[in-house]
């Protein structure tokens, strides 16, 4: 193959994974969308219906601890009685999905990175960036992704 070839086929891969790339924040944007109608509300429907999908009962998180839902990309916590609160599962240090959360501290396993299960803070490296919040409602013993 000659130079001219190989750069056209370097290029072609690159094309093809911008592309892919695109299509993929073209969905993830689509997704997000939405419409205000019913904004504020607190009226909460059941997944499928509108309203956001049921991750828990608020009795299965326990208090300073949480609970991952790796196929969901999000944990949830109980840093106090009746306090509820959610976060990407998300290691912000290289992506490895969070998995355990114990006395107030969210744990990743990959390179030993800590976050306050309160705020999401970093409280010890490799990662120096928060869990990014995920919004959660809790209405009538259930964690809805809000």
Same mark, same amino acid.
């Given at each position: 193959? %000659?130079?001219?070839?190989?750069?056209?086929? /370097?290029?072609?891969?690159?094309?093809?994974?911008?592309?892919?790339?695109? @299509?993929?924040? @073209?969905?993830?944007? =689509?997704?997000?969308? +939405? %419409?205000?109608?019913?904004?504020?509300s607190d009226t909460v429907q059941p997944a499928g219906k509108g309203g956001g999908e049921v991750l828990a009962r608020t009795s299965d998180i326990p208090e300073g601890g949480g609970v991952v839902f790796a196929d969901k990309g999000v *944990?949830?916590?109980?840093?106090?009685?009746?306090?509820?609160?959610?976060? %990407?599962?998300?290691?912000? /240090?290289?992506?490895?999905?969070?998995?355990?959360? @114990?006395? +107030?501290? $969210? %744990?990743? !396993?990959? /390179?030993?990175?800590?976050?306050?299960?309160? =705020?999401?803070?970093? #409280?010890?490296? !490799?990662?120096?960036?928060?869990? !990014?919040? #995920? !919004?959660?409602? *809790?209405?009538?013993?259930? $964690?809805?992704?809000?």
């Amino acid at each position: 193959m %000659s130079a001219s070839q190989e750069r056209q086929v /370097h290029l072609g891969r690159r094309t093809v994974v911008a592309a892919v790339g695109a @299509a993929g924040v @073209a969905a993830a944007l =689509t997704a997000c969308g +939405g %419409s205000k109608d019913g904004e504020g509300s607190d009226t909460v429907q059941p997944a499928g219906k509108g309203g956001g999908e049921v991750l828990a009962r608020t009795s299965d998180i326990p208090e300073g601890g949480g609970v991952v839902f790796a196929d969901k990309g999000v *944990v949830v916590t109980q840093p106090t009685a009746g306090t509820f609160k959610a976060f %990407s599962s998300k290691c912000t /240090h290289q992506g490895c999905a969070v998995k355990g959360v @114990a006395d +107030g501290t $969210i %744990s990743c !396993p990959c /390179h030993g990175s800590t976050f306050d299960a309160t =705020t999401g803070k970093a #409280t010890a490296g !490799p990662a120096t960036q928060p869990l !990014p919040e #995920t !919004p959660i409602k *809790v209405a009538d013993g259930a $964690i809805i992704l809000a």
